[in-house]
């Protein structure tokens, strides 16, 4: 899976689980995800059952952290260094 | 963003720049550089962070210089953080200009010297240099570093942490005082804030990367230039703390941490008005208004804690922490679980870290909504136990109560619940800058008025002394107040507080693009106004209201009903004293646990079962409040005297409480001794041959004990003159003592405690927080009938009476009611106001947790009560000396 299909992947989870309603060009890779409210703990947790059955990834819980998970961009980058881990 | 960074200019210039040049265009490219160095940096620019400006300089300079004479001004938090600022400032004109590398080890270099320069300068007097305080700071310095070298000594994480629980161990023994320490007990609470809970995060990193921090970094975050003056500090994430670090432009992180700072003391001033003026005790609740005020007010003192933790945060910006929100407008939750977000974010981001994900990962094999529920759950235990811990380090005690237990459990279980609706129906989520329509925004401010309520209803539970008190004042749910104002006005009041903030937030709107100048221009402004109505010359001209106003904001002390507590020694069965009050936490915090126990608890006492409910011990001696206390065979702190008064003689007897009685002042330095030598000074011109002051004073005696002893005791020994001597705030002792009287049956010696039992059908069997309040509302009945008494049994023997008000050093309020009554019984009322004008109150205390009057206070007392007296010979006819006018002495 690539950076571009994560990204995308994300993205759309994102926008159906927890900002139903908002358009799509509104969340863009860069808009901070945790420091704007958005992943909280329960969305965070969510997301992270989510990456580990679509990617194929295990994540643990100190990686839960915003240098991870703040931005869809940084999803991806963090998606695929799990991903070129194992 | 980025528009204008043209004006952002790099200060140092490079040399050979200077030397390729001719004069004329040297002084062109200069005077184009400095003009450019002299603007205004026109935005924030993540790019630039190396941008200088003078006017950006002078512009923050200004902006601290004039929080810092507000900080003094209004005496908004300890003298240590007038101190702190002031090295903050002239730390942070130095910090501006270094290049980027050395500003992390300056702000280590100006941490430890904050430290120092607090310790080396503890108490109220800026002069009284301590130099063995430095010993202090260096202890602090070298413990932390062993602490900080356990983490990475190089063994096994395993081994790290059961050696640094050993290293806990050690200190907690020490803290408990089971082993003496070369150091004092002001180390502790520094010592405390910086490491038990930094060294748990900073273990948790180092568990997953040794290498990845500087020295400087490490050393950074546990000795953060603020920590010195807050020991109740939030808990920093040392991954935030490093990834924060000069993460945007400068000017803008130094700018928030000013907003930031102003933000903080705009909290800590409501914070001090609500404290001094609408928080009430459980005993003065008697009716709907004031019911709702005992739930309301309780919550909002909570703008202690984020006041400060703004100004913590705001002063580590201005060294280029752009650290997030320590909290985020959390009196507009619009759900627990929002709340639990928005309150102290550092302490939900440090358990949701340390306990919940790391529970959640171990028990979601279970399923989800049982992982969620458990890992909740135990969050909220972990916080609970936590908060304990933290309060064993501050303090040295425990606070194990059910009230705050049953708080956490009971917020554990509002959270969980809403979590998991939340995980199964989800929660609306909002883009910065998304509004919700009209119907969704009302839904949420409605939902923010219900959950402000239940939340004030938990805090007023979690502040009550105990359960069946809190549950005692929901009996005046039907009790309308005397006033125009009714409980529908309240609560509409409320909602509106309330709700229209939260409409107006659920709305949303534009984000505002962020302005340096206009932020400046707005705190700079705000800033101005503020310092200059602190100043008594200018805020004293603005009306009394505004005056009163300024009195609560600038005064930095107990409110008269912790005073009142204080001082009869009620905290000191609490086992949670303090805890959840911040005031309280400052004059518990300073004391020492052992050697400053009540008169009470003392071997001078002996309790009679009756009343009065004490005797001083005859011919006994003890130590009490660092000083050696002789009680003579009569059981009175004083000289010995014979029986009856020999013939020439004048006596007077004195009664009152701890202040009389001289708590903390050596025997002959008390006001009454020191009176009785003035008196007989003159004795050779007054016609008498000799004054006798006799002092009856017992620490802890209510009105009611001093009628009894003046009927048992104080005739017996023919005085001529009673002097009744008493401060604001002893009301709720007599109510306090009532209570007890009534329970053991000794009240009953008088008919009138009978009559009121009688007439109120109160249970005495009650709980006595509920039976204190029951008689509370005969407060003032009890009062001018015990009054009453002592005035007619004084004259039935003969005996001339006063009651003279005696203010404590740190007073702000004087006792109208009792002044009244007294007047109304036929005292001859005098008044001791203004005896310790000229004088900072703080250094008239016996110690900074303790405000009695010290050897000081006593001499300024005895001066002005003879001074009262020259003045009133009218009514008390002493044949003193008339005194020369004031300006010739």
């Known amino acids: ?86 | 963003m980025g528009g204008g960074t043209s004006s952002l200019r790099i200060f140092r210039v490079p040399q050979s720049y200077f030397l390729s040049m001719s004069a004329g265009s040297w002084l062109r490219r200069a005077s184009v550089h400095w003009a450019k160095t002299l603007s205004l940096p026109w935005s924030a620019d993540p790019t630039e962070t190396e941008s200088r400006s003078i006017l950006a300089w002078f512009a923050i300079a200004g902006q601290l210089a004039l929080f810092i004479a507000l900080v003094y001004l209004l005496r908004l938090e300890t003298n240590a953080l007038v101190r702190v600022l002031l090295v903050a400032l002239a730390g942070w004109c130095v910090h501006y200009f270094l290049p980027q590398r050395y500003r992390l080890p300056f702000f280590v270099l100006l941490s430890f010297a904050a430290i120092a320069a607090v310790f080396a300068n503890l108490g109220p007097n800026w002069h009284h240099w301590r130099f063995e305080g430095l010993i202090d700071a260096a202890w602090i310095a070298a413990i932390g570093l062993v602490l900080i070298g356990i983490v990475h000594l190089p063994i096994a994480f395993g081994w790290r942490v059961l050696a640094l629980v050993g290293a806990g161990c050690g200190l907690a023994a020490a803290r408990m005082d089971w082993i003496a320490t070369p150091w004092t007990r002001a180390v502790w609470p520094v010592l405390a804030s910086m490491f038990m809970f930094r060294l748990i995060v900073y273990a948790y990193e180092m568990r997953r990367d040794q290498r990845m921090a500087t020295v400087s970094e490490r050393l950074a975050y546990f000795f953060m230039l603020p920590n010195v003056c807050f020991p109740l500090f939030p808990v920093v994430d040392f991954r935030t703390f490093r990834s924060s670090y000069y993460n945007a432009d400068r000017h803008y992180i130094y700018q928030t941490g000013i907003q930031w700072m102003f933000r903080g003391a705009v909290h800590l001033i409501c914070y001090r008005i609500v404290y001094q003026r609408f928080v009430i005790d459980a005993a003065d609740v008697h009716n709907q208004i004031e019911l709702l005020q005992f739930i309301i007010w309780p919550f909002l003192l909570y703008l202690k804690v984020s006041g400060t933790f703004h100004i913590i945060t705001g002063i580590l910006h201005l060294f280029g922490f752009n650290l997030p929100e320590t909290h985020n407008l959390y009196f507009l939750s619009s759900s627990f679980t929002d709340f639990w977000r928005r309150i102290n974010i550092y302490w939900k981001d440090f358990i949701m870290k340390i306990v919940y994900y790391p529970l959640y990962f171990r028990f979601r094999r279970w399923g989800e909504s049982v992982a969620l529920v458990s890992a909740t759950l135990l969050a909220f235990v972990a916080t609970w136990l936590l908060h304990n811990y933290q309060w064993f380090w501050l303090r040295g005690t425990w606070v194990f109560t059910w009230n705050d237990f049953l708080f956490w459990m009971i917020l554990a279980v509002l959270v969980t619940i809403n979590a998991l609706y939340e995980m199964r129906h989800g929660r609306t989520r909002r883009l910065r800058g998304g509004a919700l329509s009209w119907n969704g925004a009302l839904q949420t401010a409605g939902r923010t008025i219900g959950v402000f309520v239940v939340i004030c209803l938990l805090w007023s539970f979690w502040s009550a002394s105990s359960v069946p008190q809190w549950f005692s004042v929901f009996d005046t749910v039907g009790v309308k107040g005397p006033g125009k104002t009714t409980p529908a006005l309240v609560l509409v009041a409320v909602a509106a507080i309330i709700g229209i903030p939260a409409l107006a937030l659920a709305r949303g709107g534009a984000d505002r693009q962020y302005s340096f100048q206009r932020s400046v221009a707005s705190v700079a402004v705000c800033g101005l106004i503020a310092v200059c109505i602190s100043l008594p010359v200018v805020h004293d001209r603005l009306g009394e209201t505004v005056s009163t106003a300024m009195a609560d904001i600038r005064t930095p002390n107990l409110n008269s009903r912790d005073n009142a507590n204080l001082e009869r020694g009620y905290y000191e069965n609490l086992v949670n004293v303090g805890a959840f009050n911040p005031e309280l936490w400052i004059v518990y915090g300073q004391r020492p646990p052992d050697g400053w126990e009540g008169l009470n608890e003392s071997p001078l006492i002996e309790f009679t079962g009756a009343l009065p409910t004490t005797y001083l011990r005859p011919i006994s001696q003890a130590d009490f409040k660092g000083t050696r206390v002789h009680i003579n065979r009569w059981g009175m702190r004083d000289k010995d005297y014979e029986k009856l008064p020999s013939p020439g003689t004048l006596r007077i007897a004195i009664v009152g409480s701890s202040h009389v009685f001289g708590a903390g002042v050596a025997d002959e330095e008390t006001f009454e001794g020191l009176l009785e030598q003035r008196l007989n000074e003159q004795a050779a011109d007054s016609g008498y041959r000799h004054y006798d002051v006799l002092n009856f004073a017992i620490g802890d005696y209510s009105s009611l004990d001093i009628l009894a002893i003046i009927e048992d005791r104080v005739l017996s020994f023919k005085p001529n003159y009673i002097f009744y001597f008493e401060h604001s705030g002893l009301v709720p002792r007599m109510i306090e003592k009532v209570v007890k009287a009534i329970q053991n049956g000794s009240a009953y010696r008088y008919d009138f405690v009978r009559d009121i039992v009688r007439e109120s059908g109160i249970d005495t069997s009650t709980d006595p927080d509920v039976l204190t309040r029951e008689l509370k509302r005969y407060e003032e009945r009890l009062l001018r009938v015990i009054y009453s008494r002592i005035v007619e049994t004084a004259k039935r023997e003969g005996v001339g009476v006063s009651w003279i008000y005696l203010p404590r050093p740190d007073e702000g309020t004087s006792p109208e009611l009792e002044r009244r009554l007294a007047a109304e019984a036929g005292f001859n009322v005098l008044d001791l106001s203004g005896v310790y004008d000229g004088y900072d109150w703080r250094t008239l205390l016996v110690a900074p947790w303790d405000k009695h009057p010290n050897a000081t206070g006593h001499r300024l007392i005895a001066e002005k009560l003879y001074e009262v007296l020259q003045q009133h010979q009218d009514l008390i006819p002493l044949n003193l000396a008339v005194a020369p006018p004031k300006e010739d002495r």
Request: charge should be negative; hydrophobic fraction near 40%; include cysteine.
């Open chain 1, 1 to 86: 899976m690539n950076a571009i299909q994560i990204r995308t992947m994300a993205r759309d989870f994102i926008l159906n689980e927890f900002l139903p309603g908002e358009r799509p060009e509104n969340l863009t890779d860069s808009t901070e995800l945790i420091t704007d409210g958005i992943l909280d703990s329960l969305a965070t947790l969510k997301l992270v059952a989510y990456l580990e059955k679509s990617c194929g990834i295990e994540i643990a819980p100190d990686e839960l952290v915003p240098e991870n998970l703040n931005s869809i961009a940084q999803i991806a980058n963090f998606v695929q260094s799990k991903q070129a881990s194992t």
